[in-house]
Each structure stands twice: as structure tokens, then as C-alpha cells.
């Protein structure tokens, strides 16, 4: 097979973790039997400096063509205060809008030596693999109306609207259902039917997509306030949890935090399969940003640029082996002590961002 990856480094820390992908990929061209196109363009900060936007309809029209975007990350005091629609974050939204990126998946797996570095007891989290499920582009962050009004006694009053369709709620389902399918065959669907209608619909909606298509699959519902406890509480009692826009924004990054640092966490955004090849659209990037404070310095931990990849490879590439020898590969390099300097403890030595990839690809 040979795919077409389109590479956006962006700004900061971005670029330095990104040249790391790349030497995974040359690997993977040579090593996998599959091939891997890719093109470089800027985004955020640094194609604003370049052309005055924050990403090019030329960069645009590439992302919708290649079989992955691959995001590094944007934004930097630099762009402070440049105008807000081509501030730096601007293009990775209209990334995510224009590809229809509906679907936010972010895993939180513990790497075994890694589990002191969480706040939660070794028990709880050692050995830990969640995914929790996002949706990205509806709910209250976008439901109309959305504004500050001032009323005649002088008060104001703020409004936002969750708002869900049935298309939403089902599509989302449904990428929920697909990936519990390819892991441990559990969804969490997490809402508060006892307060928001959205969350009645949501619930009914979940369960109906569930008995016409995915019997197979284990489903529970959990109210996402409790749900939130138990994350915490148990998180290994989790498979796939599915979740609206607002909820899962709080969710995964509780969800983040109980495995350690930044620099460790992968991310994919998904948008819908395409009638006639079946693919989806798709971004992948780490959850942290370009890290100003690190920048320039050659010690940013490019574990979560690299595990980016390869959720790519395998939710784009269905190359589901060649991923797991990418999550194996980080899982040995932690087991073996190599550490970035986000990662060390006091006194510890750490490696520079090209010695953790150079270890990543010995292994
Ligand atoms: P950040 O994630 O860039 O950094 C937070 C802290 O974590 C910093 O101390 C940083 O050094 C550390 N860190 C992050 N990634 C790391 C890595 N790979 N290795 C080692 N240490 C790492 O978040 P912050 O500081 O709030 O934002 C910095 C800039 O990034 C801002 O302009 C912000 O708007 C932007 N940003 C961009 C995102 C994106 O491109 N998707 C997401 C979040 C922030
Ligand atoms: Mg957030």
C-alpha cells in the first residue's frame, strides 16, 4: 500500500518533534512494505509570518487530498497579538471545520514505568489503556444562539446552547461502537439525561445505534459527573467512553493527567468515512503545544509526536502491526530508563529529543 501524508510541523517545539516523525517514517518507507509520500507546509505562527495566514488554501487543499494530516503544534508569544482570525490557532480550526473533524480520539495508556510519575496509586493506573472519545464539532461550543445580552433592568445575561441532531449523536455512536470493536469491545457512553435533554437523546440515541449494529459489543451508560469519579477512582474499569464536546474536553483531560507528562500524549481527529472508499479524513497530533519555554533547545520529548504516527498508521494506514511496533518501541525505550528532561526526576539524567528518537528507532 502507499499513502500520502501530509506533514504540518508548525510552530515552536513542533518542528523538532516533527523532524523525529520523519525519521520514523523513512524507517517504516524502507522497513514496512508499505510506502509513505509526504509533503511538508507551515501552519499557525510560521505561515502567517510567510503569507499572512495562518494556514494557505494551497496547504488546505493538500489536507484534504492526503490520507493524514500529521500536526505538530502552534502559537508562541511571537504571534500575541496578531489579528484574531489569523491568530495561530485559527488554521487548526479550520483544519478540524473544513475536514469535518468530528471525532476526537485521545488514549491514556500508563507505560508500567511510568506509573509513579502519576498522582494516583501505582494499582490504579499501572498498565492503564483508555480511549476516550470526543465529540468535537457540536454541542455548546457551537449551538446558536451564543452571546452576551443586556436586558432592560441593565443586567446582562450570557447564553450558550448545547444543541445535538440526530446525524450527531448517531455518527458519533457508531466510531465509538468501531473502536471498541478493534480493542476491548466496551463503550462507556457518559451524559446527564437527568438534567439536559440533550443528554435524554443522546442516551436513547447511543442505545438504539447499539442494538441494530453492535449487539456484539459490551455498552453501559454512566452519568458523566459519576462517571468523572470513577475515572478517577478505577480507570481500568473503562474500555472506549464516548462522550458530547463539552464533557469530553473536561474527561480527557482528567483522563491525560492520570498517566504523567505532556509530552507523552498522542491524539487523532476523525471525520467521516467517505461513501465511496470508506476513508475518513483524519488529523493527528500531540495534545501539548509548542512549548515556548523548551523551545530552540533540543529537549522536547517527541514521544507524543511520534505516538501520533502512529495512531495514524493505525487508523488511516491499517497498518494496526506497524503501530503496535511504534507504541512498543516507546513502551521498551521508558522500560530501558531513557528519559526526556519532562520526564527525569530531579538529579536524573536526561536525553536530548534526537537521542529519545534515535533510541525509539533502535528499538
Ligand atoms: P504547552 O503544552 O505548549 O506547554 C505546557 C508545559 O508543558 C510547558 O512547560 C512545556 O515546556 C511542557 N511541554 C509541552 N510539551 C512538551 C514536550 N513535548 N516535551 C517536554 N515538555 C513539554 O502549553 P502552553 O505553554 O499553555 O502553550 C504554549 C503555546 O502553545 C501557546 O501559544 C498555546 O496557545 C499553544 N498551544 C497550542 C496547541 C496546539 O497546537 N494544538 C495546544 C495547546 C497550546
Ligand atoms: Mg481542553
Redesign the pocket.
Known amino acids: 500500500a502507499s499513502f500520502n501524508l501530509l506533514l504540518l510541523p508548525?510552530?515552536?517545539?513542533?518542528p523538532e518533534?516533527m523532524t523525529e516523525v520523519g525519521r520514523v517514517l523513512t524507517w517504516l518507507d524502507k522497513n514496512s512494505g508499505a510506502t509513505f509520500e509526504t509533503e511538508t507546509d507551515l501552519v499557525?505562527g510560521s505561515a502567517y509570518d510567510a503569507h499572512g495566514e495562518s494556514i494557505s488554501d494551497d496547504a488546505m487543499d493538500k489536507a484534504q487530498k492526503a490520507d493524514a494530516v500529521i500536526?505538530?503544534?502552534?502559537?508562541?508569544?511571537k504571534?500575541?497579538s496578531v489579528p484574531y482570525e489569523v491568530r495561530?490557532?485559527a488554521g487548526?480550526l479550520r483544519l478540524r471545520k473544513d475536514l469535518e473533524l468530528f471525532a476526537n480520539l485521545r488514549p491514556a495508556i500508563c507505560y508500567p514505568a511510568l506509573a509513579d510519575a502519576s498522582s494516583l496509586k501505582r494499582d490504579v493506573i499501572e498498565g492503564l489503556d483508555i480511549l476516550i472519545l470526543r465529540e468535537l464539532t457540536g454541542g455548546v461550543y457551537f449551538g446558536e444562539p451564543k452571546e452576551i445580552v443586556t436586558l432592560e433592568n441593565g443586567e446582562k445575561r450570557a447564553v450558550d446552547t448545547q444543541l445535538y441532531t440526530t446525524h450527531e449523536i448517531e455518527r458519533i455512536a457508531r466510531v465509538a461502537f468501531e473502536l471498541a470493536r478493534a480493542r476491548n469491545n466496551k463503550v462507556t457512553s457518559m451524559e446527564k439525561r437527568n438534567v439536559m435533554r440533550s443528554g435524554v437523546l443522546w442516551n436513547q440515541l447511543v442505545s438504539a445505534v447499539h442494538k441494530a449494529e453492535y449487539p456484539d459489543v459490551e455498552l453501559e451508560h454512566m452519568l458523566a459527573d459519576a462517571g468523572g469519579m470513577q475515572l478517577v477512582r478505577w480507570p481500568k474499569q473503562f474500555d472506549v467512553i464516548v462522550t458530547d464536546n463539552l464533557f469530553g474536553d473536561m474527561l480527557s483531560d482528567v483522563a491525560a493527567m492520570l498517566t504523567g507528562?505532556?509530552?507523552m500524549l498522542p491524539s487523532a481527529s476523525l471525520g467521516a468515512p467517505d461513501p465511496e472508499t470508506g476513508k475518513r479524513k483524519a488529523l493527528y497530533?500531540?495534545?501539548?503545544?509548542?512549548?515556548?519555554?523548551?523551545a530552540g533547545k533540543g529537549?522536547?520529548?517527541?514521544?507524543?509526536?511520534i505516538a501520533s504516527l502512529g495512531m495514524a498508521l493505525r487508523y488511516s494506514c491499517d497498518m494496526g502491526d506497524a503501530a503496535d511496533l511504534v507504541d512498543g518501541a516507546i513502551a521498551d525505550v521508558l522500560a530501558s530508563g531513557a528519559r526526556?528532561?519532562?520526564l527525569a526526576a530531579k538529579g536524573q539524567n536526561s536525553v536530548s529529543t534526537s537521542d529519545m528518537g534515535d533510541a525509539i528507532l533502535a528499538a
Open positions: 508548525g510552530d515552536g517545539i513542533g518533534v499557525g500536526f505538530g503544534a502552534v502559537g508562541g508569544p504571534w500575541d495561530p490557532e487548526l507528562s505532556l509530552g497530533e500531540p495534545v501539548h503545544g509548542s512549548a515556548p519555554d523548551i529537549i522536547a520529548n517527541p514521544i507524543a509526536m526526556t528532561a519532562d
